[in-house]
């Protein structure tokens, strides 16, 4: 029996700022995408094309913006979102976004209305988990 492994897509802040992906790193029957050792960083010309290929690959996106504006990493949300919803409004139930608290507080309730909203890393974890044992049963 072939186990087909989920694509996750690893958005955010990268690793010398935080290096929260280090929580994903043993997860069994997940294939993980970071942009900062899976993709060339050296330009936005290249790197930009790399990881929009990866974002509409993915089947699940995580993504920590941290506290700086992460404008790349809305973009990455965004476009995930774009090619996982029918409808404008509607919830991805495959997008996990670890809310920092010390970001801005106006913006909460409406980055809520794009996918599950957590805490912490280890709740993304968690939440993954919970996202593919729904996809598997």
């Not at 072939?2 to 990268?14: C, E, F, H, R, S």
Request: net charge negative; with cysteine.
């Amino acid at each position: 029996m072939n186990i087909i492994m989920k694509k996750v897509y690893l958005a955010g802040q990268p690793n010398q700022y935080d290096n929260w992906r280090k929580n994903f790193e043993n997860i069994k029957g997940f294939d993980f995408y970071d942009p900062d050792t899976d993709s060339d960083q050296s330009s936005p010309n290249i790197f930009f094309p790399q990881d929009l290929k990866a974002v509409s690959e993915a089947d699940i996106l995580i993504a920590n913006p941290g506290t700086p504006p992460s404008e790349g990493t809305w973009i990455e949300v965004g476009y995930f979102l774009a090619l996982n919803t029918k409808t404008p409004g509607e919830q991805c139930k495959n997008i996990i976004i670890i809310w920092n608290e010390d970001r801005v507080k106006w913006s909460i309730e409406f980055v809520k209305k794009v996918g599950y909203v957590v805490n912490t890393a280890e709740e993304a974890v968690e939440k993954l988990q919970q996202i593919n044992q729904h996809h598997n049963s």
